[in-house]
């Protein structure tokens, strides 16, 4: 099954930094997405369940510094990208 990819304004904005000033950061983060539309739930960059504030998202690693934050919605086939750049809890 493959997911389709949706946007927040934010996480649209969160690329275009990435691809504006930290192009290996933004490179990593175009494999993840691919990643996601065949399964976001396991590969690379420690896919992990939130918690607390942030239940029912899931995050990634893109580097030490950034996380890629979406949520899951199996029954659209969709995986909706919230966040891409910093941390989770610098937001």
Known sequence: MSFN?????DAIDDIRLLKRNEPSAYKKLTKLLVELMEHP?????KPEQLRG???GKWSRRITDKHRLVYEI????IDVLI???YGHYNDK
């Open 5 to 9: 990819l949706s946007y927040t304004d």
């Open 41 to 45: 739930e396991i590969g690379t960059g």
């Open 53 to 55: 504030n942030l239940v």
């Open 73 to 76: 919605h199996k029954d659209k």
């Open 82 to 84: 919230v966040n891409a």
